[in-house]
């Protein structure tokens, strides 16, 4: 089988930005009187931003009505594109524009598929708009990982079939969607956390298209 596109998640995988959606979080968490940890954050990764206060809330023992929910979600946003807003090039990750440099000169399309509606921001402040053949992010789709929509969504966008494309994630949630989506999947990050991936590599530094083999 031979691969023609792969399908990027853009936090934790493309940019270093899990790290202030787990910072506004915490800051959240905090003003409402409990810890949040880093392990807790595993839950978060890949989910969207209403999804991922309901489990902070669940965490916390707390509930709130809708309106309180909107309010709290848009607080956390704001601190969120205030960290971002500050991003540059040196927060793309080691290693991803040389592979994805390296994936284009070999024929192979490249999408990003994120839940993320500040994807937009992010590709522009560092840069990154022109190396996407398809932009798949959390304005285009109703449904957040686990739900293979983005992936299918990015897949279709390339002109491919799902089982011509790899999905690169580092979040539990991602793995899942991409498994749903029937797609090959490479988890980036922890062996550990991300052991129902197809395989696991630590980042992109030294990674070349014998990845895509299986
Ligand atoms: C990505 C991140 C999640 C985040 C979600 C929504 O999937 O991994 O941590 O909650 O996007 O992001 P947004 O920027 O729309 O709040
Ligand atoms: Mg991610």
Known sequence: MTIKG??????GVVVDTAKYHYLAWKRLANELGFEFTEKDNERLKGVSRMKSLEILLEIGNMNFDEEIKEKL????????????????ESEILPGVKEFITNLKKNGIKIALGSVS???????ENTNLK???DAIIDGNKVTKAKPDPEVFLKAAEELGLEPYECIVFEDAVAGIEAA???NMRVIGVGSDEILKDSDKVISGFEGIDLSILEF
């Open 6 to 11: 792969c399908i990027f998640d853009l936090d």
């Open 73 to 88: 979600a848009e607080k956390k946003n704001n601190w969120y594109v205030e960290y971002i807003s500050k991003m540059d």
């Open 117 to 123: 509606k500040n994807a937009g921001i992010i590709l």
């Open 130 to 132: 022109k190396y996407f």
């Open 179 to 181: 498994k749903n989506a």
